[in-house]
Every structure is written in C-alpha cells, then in structure tokens.
C-alpha cells in the first residue's frame, strides 16, 4: 500500500473508534459537569449495550428495534444506579464516590460474565458491509454507521442541553442550583438525568462498535479508560474539547497500532494522559481555578 | 522595635479578571493586635491566604522577621513563625481534639518514617512533649476537658477555639485569625478576646479579621481598613472611627443591602 | 487539673496481639493444604493492603495503580533469582528500589492532582506498567509468562514447604503492621492524617504536605513490591495478567472492607475478600453451572457499594470491638486504635 493510502486508511479507523471515544468521553463530561464525580461505570455501560443488542438480535429481533430496546435498557440501568447506588452516597466525600462508581463498574463486568461468559461476542454489520475504495484506502460502511451516529447524537445532546426543557434545567442546575428550582426542577434529579443519559450514549457507543471490533465482557474498561483521556484532555467540563480530545486518542491510537505496534497502543494513550494531568491538570483548553478556603 | 514583624508591600491578586486584592500595603510591629476589616468581599481572606502562602500572589511582596517570604509555601511560612485560622472551619474531622493540637506542634518536633515505623529512642519522648504542650495549649482556651473527644462532635464555638489552639501550638511569633468571633455567642466572644490578650502578654502578634467592630475596637492597636481590594485607611482605632471614607464604604454597604 | 498522660492516647498494649500471634501459630497445624495455601495468599495481600491503608485510609489518597507495584516486585525477583541466579534478597531489594524509584517519579507529579484526577492517574500508571510486563517479551515472557521462579531463599534457609513460607509470610505482616502503627501513633501519623482531613490547614500548621504524600506513596509502593516478590517466588509462575487493573481495584476493595482508617483493615480485608472468594467459587457454578473467568467480581462490586454505603468505616470497627471483648480488655476511654470516628471515608477531605 503507498503511503498517502495508508494514511487514510489509519484516519479512518481513527475517526472510527475516535467517534466511540466520543460518545462515551460526553457521557463523562455530562455526569461529571451535574455530579462531580467521574463515573468509573461509564465505559461498562458501552459493554451492556453491545452485550444487550447482540442478544436480540441473535433472538431473531429486528436490528433496529433490538438497537433501541438495548439502549432503553440501558438507560434504565444507567437510572437505577443513580438512585441505588450515587444518591444514598451523594453527602460522602469525592473519593468514596468514585469508589462507589467503581464498584458499580465491576458488578456489571460480573453480571456480564454471568450471563454471557467470556467469549468475544459479535454483532453483525447494520448494513451490507462491502468495501468501499475512497482514495486507494479501504472504508467499511459500519465506519460511517459508527461516525454518523456518533455525529447524530452528539448533536442530539447539543440540542437535548441547549433547547429543550429539562436539558435547559440541566443545564441551569450546573450553574446556579436555586434558579433551577425555581423553575420547578429538583437538582436531586439532575444527577439521575444526566447520569441515564449518559449511560445512554455508553450504550450507542458500544453497539456502533460491536460490528467492528466484537465484544467482550471487559470491553468496558478500555473504552472507558480512553474517553476518560479524551474528557480529561479538554478539562473534564469542556464538551467540544472533549470531543476534539477523543478524536485526537482514536487517531493517536490508529498511528501507533498501523506505524509501530498494537502492544503499545493503550500504553501511548495514558503516557498522553499523564503528560496531559501533569502539565495541564485543568485540561488543554481550560482555566486554572482553585479551591477556596 | 526598629523592624516590622511582617511587613506587605503592594500585594495583588486577580482571580482571572476580579482583582480581589490590590496594591495593599501595611505593617504589624512585633507584640501588635492589627486588625484588617472591610465589606465582604473586599479581599481581607484572600490578603491572608497570601501572607499564609495559600495563594501566590500575583504581584507584592510579604517580609516577616526580616526576611521575603513571598510565594513560600504555607508549611514553610508555618515554620517561619506565622500561622492561622480558617473562616470557613478546618478542623481535623479525622482526629480526636487533643491530636488536632498535637498535629499543631508538628514543625517543632523531628520524628520521621523511619524513626517513628520502628519506634526508636526519642519518639516517646517527643510524643510526650507534643501531648504536654497541646494540653497546655487546649488548657488556655478553656477546652482541655474535651481533649479526647472526636473533633467532629464539637459544638461550632468550641472548634473555633480548637482551631486557635491548634494555630498556637507551635509558638508562632504571628497569628492570623480570619473572623474569629464568628459564630460564637458573646459569651464566646469575650473569653476568646481575653485568650488573645493573654497570649499577646506572652509575645504573640495578630492579625485578624473581624466584622463585630465593638471587638475590633476593643482589642486591636491599630485597624487596616480594605474596601474593593483596596486599602482605604489605616490607622488606631480612634482615627479609623472618624474617617469618613471608611464610614462611606461601610454605610454603602449597609445600603446596599437595604437595597436587596 | 488534667491528668491524663500520652499513654492514654493511643492504643498500644498488645495483649491481644500475642493472642492473635498465638493462634497464628496454631493454625497451620490444624489446617489442611488447602487452607494453608489459601492463608498464604491472605498474608500476601495482606501486606500490600496495610501499606495501601496507610496511604488511602489514612493520608486520604486514592491509588487504583498499586498491582503495578506488586507486579515490579514480582518480575524483579523472578528476573533476578530465575535469570541471574541471584539470592532471594536481591530480588526483594531490588524490586524495592525499583517501586520505591518508580513511585517517586510518579507521585511527585501525580499526588499534586485532585482526588478525581488522582485516581485516574495511577489508573492509567498501572496500565502503562501492565503493558511493559506484557511487551518487554525478552525480560519478562510477555503474555506467555515467566516460569521457574526458585523457592525464597534466605541466607541459605530455604521457604520451599507450604507450612515454612506461611511463617515467613505472616511474620512479615504482622512486622508490618506494627510498623505501620508505630508510624500512625506519631508525629508522621498525625502529619498524614491532618492531610485527609485538610490539606491546607495541614499546610498551613507546617506539614509538608506534598512531602508526606509522597512518602506514604513510597512506602505502600514498597510494601506491594515485597509481597510481589515473596509472591512470585511462592506460585515460581507468573504472568502479567496477575497485575491488571483489576488486580488494584482488588486490593482497593479488601481496604474498604476491612475499613481504611484502620490499621487491622486490610488484613481483615484480605481475610474476608480471599474467603468469600474460595466461597463464591464453590457456591456460584451450582446455580451457573457454566460460568468461567473472574464472575465474583459481581458480588465484591456490589459489596464495595453497599459498604462504602451503609458501613463506609468498614468491618474493622465492629471487629474491634468483639475483639477488646474476647481478648477480655476494658474498653478505655481512649482505647481506640484508628484514629477516633475517622472520618467515615476513603481519602479525601470533604470540599
Ligand atoms: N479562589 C478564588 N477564585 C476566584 N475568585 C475568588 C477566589 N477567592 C476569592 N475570590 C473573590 O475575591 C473577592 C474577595 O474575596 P475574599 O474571600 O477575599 O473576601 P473577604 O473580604 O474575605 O469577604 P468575607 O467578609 O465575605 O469573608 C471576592 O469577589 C471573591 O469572589
Ligand atoms: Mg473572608
């Protein structure tokens, strides 16, 4: 392959698995933007979704009403977490929290084990998945699935926080929480919001993914560790940054993997977090602020 | 007294655009009371977050006992001789009254790793010493028979004074206490001005914020008035009472809040 | 008008330590292999959580990287003596400088971070490590494992019997441990938990914050790194799959069971979690005859939730005190061992 193909090749699969950092590095930013705490679960929520839809569709469900039941799931997981496990918590400290999200994260690893054991599953493609030639580089359609939907939903949140309602409320609540109850809204109920939600948007990622890479019960952790990376990257509060972060991991990751060796993919990406916490603990586009005593 | 104890010269701090301190310059002699007051928000906690090293400063320098100390950090300036309290209490909710102390008197004592892990010679004997001069501390304020008691369960005026006692217990040459009386009932308020008295006699300085002026007059040699990150006045307490642009900024504010 | 002596601050008599020490050494005579085995493995990750507790439980820092340390020790005592045919001491200090050399490097950067980002950061630390266990093929076996680990050899006395290394094993935690206490009933305690409970008035009182994190860090890096390598040469075959992530949250999950601000927690931590987990393995396949991999993490999940939720001080509390009971002490009005209602939670002050 010559060189200008290959580097397509590997923006490709960047943008690809770049779009699933997204999704879920959203999912950090919005739960972290209403809660404060980072949500250890978040990537295992990507994992129930594309174990979930798999199981449908193997059941002989229709892709498309499989894809939305998994999600609903989802989200319905996402919500009985907040309440069973954040909400009893939400007066203790940050790290007990944390903590908490983590062991959430594991259970469901566990409860993935359980009912699915530990071989990689797969999904199918959404659509006829025959190669496309763009440039002397190879595109699959599920890649343009996985973008596009990525996109769509992205957009989606935009305009879920910025034009209706409750995500107005949201929204408000981060800021000033009285003026939010003032509108009527319980903050109590924003950290169940926007946690569902983005459990939600875990859930897509994963099965956008499943036809790509397949998946597994651990799946979870990486995917979720890598979003962590991109939301950190753009200060954990920022979404475009973070969304611009999770690109740059996707096709950092790509280049290491198609130029070097897959053996230190994950390992580059978290040498770039460290790098980043460290000289930059607020983020790469974010301003320094501190606690008040 | 040729010179000051701690001396600010020109101090600054801007949170992103909002200065919050501006330009301030003032001084405390060795063995003085100076008060600093101001409408909230005028900078007075973040002046002393700068002379404590909790905040650097954007610009200005702070000397204490002769020397620049500007942008140290808090737990050297502690060494150097200053230490606090916090308006917003920061109590060690982990620990038991009397090691709240003890973790005061820590700067004076040597014990490391090693020599505590395996209990060498020496560790006892500085273990007793933190105990007898946090008792003694505990004692001064008033609080010694809540030595073993959690921190935690202490009512808010005794944390206060639990902080007071802490911040003395390294025999600092400065302390500076950030509204005090806060919280505390007049009761409270007069013991807490006659510790501080006492521990004046005993060579100890301070620097304090205060809203309740009847104490401010009452014990301090000399006020540094703050208004907007400014220093508006300076002066004994008399002078201060009958300065008109500190009459304004606080009358101002009382409008201000009428307005509401 | 006051009475009351140091002495009466802390808890340091050891009656019941020599009781427990006794039935220590009962134990072993009346336990099968099996049980003997699986106390070894107790007394391993046993050390590498008291050294956590002392970290997170005390000085309120987060570490979801400490498989990492454990992991050095392992390969640098299974290089050291499987390779180069060097003493078992070598390897131990050797791993020992190497975590102690390592967590250096990493904590002065990342014990500046905020609670959030702390965690993160040793997560991330851990998986780097991981990766170069899994990479560094000519070193380490890669994924196919280093085999051959000789049995520990002390200064010619080989632990190469179950019932020998279960002695060496435990002697060290218990030496640890107490080392460990004498630290937290100091000054250096103080200092640590002054930082838990407010860095900035620990600051501000004169306690170099930054310094004593550090330090801590080092010193539960060091207490992984030997039971990594006493590990290694207890199972002779390792792998890096020993030392994942998960292998850290496990070790973060005994602390919280045992209950952080103690310094019995993480071995009561390591004694339920390693019991409950033989348990689960026999009781879990009845119902799901099929199930493979590491299915108990299920159930330490959701006990990880409900401690930190109805019980966030962990079982040591209660313990102690059926303990005090059994061991017949009268309970003094100081006789406390952890730090007195320690703040209920892992690490961090409250903002
Ligand atoms: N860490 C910070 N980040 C941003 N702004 C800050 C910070 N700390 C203080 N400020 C701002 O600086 C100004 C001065 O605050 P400061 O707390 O010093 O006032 P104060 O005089 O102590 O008031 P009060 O009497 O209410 O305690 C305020 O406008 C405050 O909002
Ligand atoms: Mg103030």
């Not at chain 1, 981060?174 to 509108?183: D, G, T």
């Not at chain 1, 940054?241 to 991991?249: T, W």
């Not at chain 2, 006045?233 to 008109?244: C, L, M």
């Not at chain 3, 045919?85 to 905020?114: E, N, Q, Y």
Request: with cysteine.
């Amino acid at each position: 392959m010559e060189l200008t193909s290959q580097f397509i090749q590997l923006i490709f699969s960047g943008l690809t698995i770049g779009s699933i950092y997204a999704l879920v590095a959203i999912g950090f930013v919005i739960t972290y933007n209403i809660t404060g705490v980072l949500n250890f679960a978040q990537g295992d929520f990507a994992m129930l979704g594309a174990m979930l839809a798999i199981t449908f569709v193997s059941m002989d469900m229709p892709m498309g009403l499989g894809i939305i039941l998994s999600i609903g799931i989802v989200v319905l997981v996402g919500g009985i977490f907040e309440r069973t496990a954040i909400y009893p918590a939400r007066n203790a400290s940050l790290p007990t929290l944390i903590i908490i999200t983590l062991g959430v994260a594991i259970a469901i690893r566990g409860f993935a084990i359980l009912i699915w054991g530990t071989q990689p599953r797969s999904l199918p493609p959404f659509t006829e998945n025959n190669p496309i030639n763009v440039l002397n580089a190879v595109l699959l359609p599920q890649s343009i699935w996985a973008v596009g939907i990525s996109l769509v939903s992205l957009i989606a949140m935009h305009y879920f926080f910025n034009k209706t309602f409750i995500g107005k409320a949201v929204t408000a609540c981060v800021v000033n929480r009285s003026a939010a109850r003032l509108m009527g809204i319980k903050p109590e109920w924003m950290s169940f919001i926007s946690i569902a939600v983005s459990a939600g948007l875990g859930a897509i990622a994963g099965i956008i993914i499943a036809p790509i890479s397949g998946a597994t019960y651990e799946m979870g952790l990486m995917i979720g560790m890598k979003a962590f990376v991109a939301a950190v990257i753009g200060g954990l509060t920022n979404a475009p940054a973070a969304i611009i972060g999770a690109f740059m991991i996707g096709i950092l990751e790509s280049f290491t993997e198609g130029l070097w060796t897959s053996g230190y993919k994950d390992a580059i990406s978290f040498a770039l977090l460290l790098i980043v916490l460290f000289f930059m603990p607020n983020g790469l586009f974010a301003k320094a602020s501190g606690k008040r005593v | 007294m040729s010179k000051p104890l701690l001396e600010v010269k020109g101090l600054t701090k801007a949170f992103g655009g909002v200065i919050a301190v501006s330009e301030v310059d003032f001084h405390l002699n060795e063995g003085e009371i100076v008060a600093v007051i101001g409408p909230n928000g005028a900078g007075k906690t973040t002046l002393f977050n700068m002379i404590t090293g909790v905040l650097p400063p954007t610009s200005g320098q702070v000397f204490f006992d002769g020397k620049e100390v500007t942008g140290n950090q808090p737990y050297q300036i502690a060494k150097a001789g200053i230490t606090r309290t916090f308006q917003n209490l920061q109590v060690f909710e982990n620990m038991s009254v009397i090691e709240n102390v003890m973790t005061g008197v820590h700067c004076r004592l040597k014990t490391g790793f090693l020599q505590a892990g395996l209990r060498l010679m020496g560790v006892k004997r500085e273990e007793q010493q933190a105990f007898d001069v946090a008792m003694s501390c505990l004692e001064k304020v008033g609080i010694a028979d809540l030595a073993f008691e959690a921190a935690e369960v202490l009512p808010y005026g005794n944390q206060r004074l639990l902080e007071i006692a802490r911040a003395s217990a390294s025999s600092p040459k400065l302390i500076l206490l950030d509204e005090p009386m806060a919280g505390l009932n007049p009761q409270e308020s007069r013991q807490l001005v006659d510790i501080i008295k006492k521990k004046r006699e005993e060579g100890m300085s301070f620097l304090f914020v205060e809203h309740d002026m009847e104490t401010v007059m009452g014990i301090s040699d000399r006020i540094v008035v703050i208004d907007y990150g400014k220093k508006i006045a300076e002066g004994t307490p008399a002078e201060i009472y009958e300065n008109e642009k500190v009459i304004a900024a606080y009358l101002g504010t009382e409008e201000e809040e009428e307005a509401i | 008008m006051n009475h009351s002596k140091v002495s009466e601050l802390y808890n340091r008599h050891y009656g019941g330590l020599f009781l427990f020490i006794a039935a220590l050494v009962i134990v072993p005579f009346v336990a099968n292999s099996f049980l003997l085995s699986v106390l070894i493995l107790v007394g391993l990750y046993g050390i590498v959580t008291t050294g956590l507790t002392m970290l997170m439980g005390y000085a309120g820092q987060i570490s979801l990287g400490h498989a990492a340390f454990y992991g050095i020790g392992a390969y640098a005592s299974a290089v050291m003596t499987g390779t180069y045919g060097m003493p078992g001491i070598v390897g131990i200090l050797v791993g020992v400088a190497f975590a102690g050399t390592v967590a250096v490097l990493i904590g002065i950067p990342t014990l500046k971070l905020k609670e959030n980002y702390l965690a993160l950061a040793t997560l991330g630390f851990g998986i780097i490590i991981f990766t170069f266990f899994k990479e560094l093929k000519e070193i380490t076996g890669g994924l196919n494992g280093f085999f051959g680990i000789p049995s520990f050899n002390l200064f010619g006395f080989a632990f190469d019997t179950d019932l020998k290394f279960y002695f060496l094993i435990w002697a060290l935690l218990i030496v640890g441990i107490l080392f460990s206490k004498n630290i937290i009933d100091s000054r250096v305690g103080r200092a640590l938990r002054s930082i838990h409970g407010s860095d900035v008035a620990a600051n501000s009182i004169g306690v170099n914050i930054q310094q004593y994190k550090l330090k801590v860090f080092v010193l539960s890096a060091v207490y992984a790194s030997v039971a990594g390598s006493l590990y290694a040469h207890y199972v002779t075959f390792i792998n890096p799959n020993l030392f994942t992530a998960m292998e850290s949250i496990t070790f973060l999950i005994m602390v919280v069971i045992g209950g952080s601000a103690n310094i019995w927690g993480g071995m009561i931590g390591a004694i339920v979690y390693v019991l409950l987990n033989e348990l689960l393995k026999e009781v879990v396949p009845m119902f799901f005859p099929n199930v493979g991999g590491e299915f108990q993490i299920v159930f330490f999940g959701i006990l990880l939730v409900a401690i930190l939720i109805y019980m966030p001080q962990g079982l040591a509390p209660t313990l102690g005190k059926v303990w005090r009971r059994l061991a017949g002490r009268k309970n003094k009005k100081a006789a406390v061992t952890g730090p007195p209602n320690a703040d209920a939670t892992v690490g961090g002050s409250k903002s």
